[in-house]
């Protein structure tokens, strides 16, 4: 498998990766349900509430505690960056991003983490327009993408843009405005149909945003944001 189809995560980038999963599909309650004897461990019993709010867990000799599910990711991620063992995170990481995932090197060598092969062999972009039109992206710009933008006096796309600064440093960006206010603009501005054709383009392609670069990334964000690349 080449470089561009797996990624590497350190220990910290992992777990990271898996708290954002927890909260960019909606509630998946048997993925989480399913997770806490791998994380919490044998000696901790884990019943789920009747009413389906929640679970209810207790160690031997203590009183039992009730998390929501809307809690429990975070639980879990709490509980799983206290945990040093690399193959159960491997474990946790395949199951949640239903993925290959191994234990391994850095590509430098230097850092102990994991691999996680993408699945994206295959993928083509349709140019469909649904994560254009559909996917939340307003925060995802980078600060870097700022800077970019700016080194090559894209005026016109800083202008769609609304700065964060904290204690006179650029922190974030928002996007995409509506120029000259903080209001966010009904869908992307740069999204473009092709005109007697059922796709569409991107107006900014050769510059647009590294979260849009990088989209879908993985096989498994592809399918469960809509996105029709695996299609045959």
Request: hydrophobic fraction near 30%.
């Amino acid at each position: 498998m080449s470089e561009k189809d797996k990624i590497f995560l350190t220990r910290q980038e992992a777990t990271t990766a898996v708290r954002a999963d927890f909260s960019q599909y909606g509630l998946r309650k048997s993925l989480l349900f399913g997770l806490c004897p791998l994380i919490l461990g044998s000696d901790i019993a884990v019943v789920k509430d009747p009413q389906g709010k929640g679970v209810w867990h207790s160690t031997t000799g203590r009183s039992r505690r009730f998390i929501k599910f809307s809690e429990l990711g975070d639980f879990l991620c709490d509980t799983l960056e206290d945990l040093s063992d690399l193959n159960l995170l491997a474990d946790v990481c395949r199951r949640v991003f239903r993925a290959v995932v191994y234990t391994g090197k850095s590509s430098d060598g230097e850092h102990d983490g994991l691999w996680l092969e993408t699945g994206m062999e295959g993928f083509k972009c349709r140019q469909c327009g649904r994560c254009c039109e559909t996917l939340v992206f307003h925060t995802d710009a980078t600060v870097q993408d700022y800077a970019y933008w700016e080194s090559i006096g894209r005026q016109d796309i800083m202008d769609r843009v609304s700065l964060v600064h904290k204690d006179g440093k650029l922190i974030s960006c928002q996007i995409w405005v509506v120029p000259g206010t903080r209001n966010y603009e009904q869908g992307c501005p740069w999204l473009q149909k092709i005109p007697d054709q059922n796709r569409y383009q991107c107006g900014i392609h050769n510059v647009r945003p590294g979260i849009c670069r990088q989209y879908p990334g993985t096989r498994k964000h592809a399918e469960m944001t809509g996105c029709i690349g695996f299609s045959r």
